[in-house]
């Protein structure tokens, strides 16, 4: 069964440098009829601004897709692994027993992209 959600019955989050959109449960939205769909926990809508980002945080026990749909991201972890994910490309960690990861935006322009953890 499909099931749509307007966009304004969504999660979410906006600061100076973040305009997130939130599908499902995450941080500060709850909503107990959105908590995931099975193993699917996130699906998120961010907008990353030029020179900003995501500073160092861990993972552990899931899988993290990341399609750049505009921009690009740039992504470094604790195992040494540092990479660009262009727009149209999609970017796969495995988080394993733990990771720690920071996301940058280093482009001259807003990078939009989904988030989404298995």
Not at 35 to 56: A, I, K, S
Not at 65 to 88: C, F, M, P, S, W
Not at 90 to 118: K, Y
């Amino acid at each position: 069964m499909i099931t749509t959600t307007p966009l304004e019955n969504l999660g979410r989050f906006a600061n100076d440098w973040l305009n997130a959109r939130y599908h499902f449960s995450f941080a500060n939205y709850y909503d107990p009829e959105r908590t995931g769909l099975g193993p699917l926990l996130v699906w998120n809508d961010d907008t990353v601004q030029p020179g900003r980002g995501f500073d160092p945080h861990g993972h552990r026990d899931m899988e993290i897709i990341t399609y750049v749909r505009k921009g690009a991201i740039t992504h470094q972890d604790n195992l040494g692994n540092t990479g660009r994910t262009e727009a149209g490309d999609v970017q796969v960690m495995s988080a394993g027993t733990g990771i720690r990861h920071a996301e940058h935006n280093r482009e001259d322009e807003p990078t939009t992209l989904f988030q989404i953890w298995i």
